[in-house]
């Protein structure tokens, strides 16, 4: 089974920075995409950033230039880094990951993961 574990979520004031981290653990051969999302009460779950294997990354238009996700192949995790923070960034954020892993027999499949998610509250 795989696992993913999201920490460092808390409170902050705005302008003020958090960083995420996302380690993934289990029968894991490689991991493909990675990424953040976040939800609030009543909506829909967003795409914050996400990163691919070679190191693309794509972001939310109002997280450009504030927010920066990365990943330490070494250590399966994906990480997101947030500058700035304002109010309206308070909410759950959910770890994403594709990850490849092998059966007994060696075939490889493909599956997609979700982390229990870890709450942001940015106060004005």
């Known amino acids: 089974q795989v696992r993913l574990v999201e920490s460092g979520g808390g409170l902050v004031q705005a302008g003020e920075s958090l960083e995420l981290s996302c380690a993934a653990s289990?029968?894991?051969?490689?991991?493909?995409?990675m990424g953040w999302y976040r939800q609030t009460p009543g909506k829909q779950r967003e795409l914050v950033a996400a990163?691919?294997?070679?190191?693309?990354?794509n972001y939310a238009d109002s997280m450009k230039g504030r927010f920066t996700i990365s990943r330490n192949d070494a250590k399966n995790t994906v990480y997101l880094q947030m500058n700035s923070l304002k109010p309206e960034d308070t909410a759950v954020y959910y770890c994403?990951?594709?990850?490849?892993?092998?059966?007994?027999?060696?075939?490889?499949?493909?599956?997609?993961?979700w982390g229990q998610g870890t709450q942001v509250t940015v106060s004005s």
């Open positions: 990163i691919t294997s070679d190191r693309t990354t």
């Open positions: 994403n990951a594709a990850i490849v892993s092998s059966t007994l027999f060696g075939t490889l499949y493909e599956s997609n993961y």
């Open positions: 289990g029968k894991i051969s490689r991991i493909n995409n």
